[in-house]
């Protein structure tokens, strides 16, 4: 079925870079279960747009969209009415931050799935 | 489905074979493992796709419309903010009022003493089928499986406001429910109009296939406005007011409006060009063989849904030659006003090949699946003619 050693080799190092993830992550996010606690990309604005966005939604939300520049300014300053603490310095950066992340071109978002129990 | 995940595991093998096994692959192959191997714990939720934790929107796989009555831990889950973080059905008060001649407050018991009527409805989250708007909108990204077909029992919502009395002045029926609003967030209030709230089959609904209410479905009393929009049927319901107008308020507009004429995709639209959304539209599902799936069979079962909001399904149709040709697809015995049929269509394809199988449903008011959706800056009822692509060998 499968190309045993080539396979065992892969996933020994998936299991170890999986396994280093993983105790980070739940590290970071103390008793949440692994992988319910979804992070924002790296990059100069992602302290901030935590701070502005994941007060009220979690990052999921941002994550799956793919919106231009256009749309993402209208969602910052929607949001901001809303509540979101966004200083005036940096709307631009984070509408800029959100576009470059969460463009039309960029491929699909991939959606996890809640643990099946009917079988 | 097995052959499907063969084929996505030997991709995964080419993917990872010789020069690919590179430091610079590593992050997606542990994103294929973490997607693999991830599940998130969600007690009462059965395998559902997690379009967002806070707030709770869970979105049912295709496959699992092949049942009429969709199980509870199966149905979509739409949330615009917190689910209430206290529900007491022992405290739980439904305050009536506004434009009536006897203001009321009942309690569970007193509501579970109005009577039950049963309604068996599709409900469908305006925004279904929102990420395959283009070009893409913003809101949560539903794939096809915001949408779901259960019994609602309850009292019906017109015999609560005949109990009040509403006077010649009420013209609407405002919903609010116990949503914890976060920030400065707009509160989830919308309205329906009197007609449609004193109609026999609009409920003040307490249970669902059977069983009282989840928490995840509006427990212990929901709005159930059947063959509208999912954002109608208001859960954790605690205050009806009639009102002498629409509501006003962001999710009556700017929300939940569709432009009153064709906008070219991408264009903005003007408020006043646009009316509140209402009834659902007709549409079918293909809810097997799924997309992408590589068939042997020389007999394909194809199958899935087909729904028209207040209308009913006339005929579905099915393609496999790129719309060329269409053939009737039988029409599954279970039905009710307001709930989808079952559909299938055993398909021999003569030859190997890859095919797109469309599928097309038409409904009792002659409103035929287009095949492109209207666009909207707002994504709702996309109700294009759905596909999937299969290869037979």
């Known amino acids: 079925m499968f190309r045993r050693g080539l396979f065992s080799r892969a996933f020994c190092q998936i299991v170890a870079i999986s396994f280093l993830a993983l105790t980070s992550s739940l590290l970071a996010q103390k008793a949440v279960p692994a992988g319910v606690n979804a992070d924002l990309p790296a990059g100069p604005m992602q302290a901030k747009a935590t701070t502005a966005c994941l007060e009220c939604h979690e990052a999921r939300i941002i994550l799956q969209q793919r919106l231009s520049k256009g749309a993402w300014t209208k969602e910052v300053d929607k949001m901001t009415k809303w509540g979101a603490v966004v200083d005036p310095a940096d709307r631009d950066a984070l509408i800029e931050y959100l576009s470059a992340n969460f463009g039309p071109e960029k491929p699909p978002y991939q959606p996890q799935k809640t643990a099946a129990r009917m079988r | ?393």
């Open chain 2, 1 to 393: 489905m097995n052959r499907i995940s063969m084929n996505s595991r030997r991709a995964f093998l080419k993917q990872i074979s010789g020069a690919a096994m590179v430091a610079g692959m590593a992050p997606s192959i542990l994103t294929w493992a973490r997607a693999q191997e991830q599940v998130i714990p969600f007690p009462n939720e059965d395998g559902m796709i997690l379009r967002s934790f806070r707030f709770i929107d869970l979105e049912s796989p295709v496959e699992y419309f092949n049942s009429f009555l969709t199980p509870v831990p199966r149905f979509f889950v739409r949330n615009h903010m917190h689910e209430p973080s206290e529900l007491d059905a022992a405290a739980w008060r439904l305050e009536v009022g506004g434009e009536v001649e006897k203001p009321l407050t009942l309690s569970l018991a007193e509501l579970s003493k109005l009577g039950t009527h049963s309604v068996i409805n599709t409900l469908e989250c305006a925004g279904n089928g929102r990420s395959l708007q283009r070009p893409q909108v913003p809101g949560i990204q539903w794939g096809k499986g915001a949408v779901g077909t259960a019994r609602f029992s309850g009292p019906r919502l017109g015999d609560v406001l005949q109990r009040a009395g509403v006077k010649p002045t009420g013209k609407h029926v405002m919903f609010r429910g116990r949503d914890e609003v976060p920030g400065k967030v707009p509160p989830f209030i919308r309205s329906i109009p009197i007609e449609k709230a004193l109609d026999g089959d609009t409920l003040i609904a307490t249970h669902m296939n059977g069983s009282p209410l989840t928490k995840h479905h509006g427990f212990p009393a929901r709005a159930l406005v059947p063959g509208w929009i999912g954002a109608a049927s208001c859960k954790w319901l605690t205050e009806i007011k009639v009102l002498d107008a629409e509501f006003v308020g962001n999710f009556m507009s700017p929300g939940y409006r569709f432009p009153n004429h064709p906008v070219n995709p991408g264009d903005a639209v003007k408020p006043e060009e646009t009316h509140p959304l209402t009834a659902l539209t007709v549409k079918s599902m293909i809810s097997g063989p799924s997309d992408g799936a590589s068939l042997k069979a020389r007999q394909i079962a194809v199958h899935g849904t087909a729904w028209a909001g207040e209308a009913d399904i006339a005929k579905v149709e099915i393609s496999t030659d790129g719309g060329i040709h269409w053939n009737a697809a039988k029409l599954g015995h279970e039905q009710a006003h307001y709930a989808w049929r079952l559909w299938s269509y055993e398909w021999k394809p003569v030859k190997a090949g890859d095919y797109t199988i469309q599928s097309r449903a038409t409904d009792s008011s002659g409103r035929v699946q287009p095949s492109t959706a209207v666009w909207n800056p707002s994504g709702y009822l996309y109700n294009a003619i759905d596909e999937v692509k299969v290869h037979v060998s």
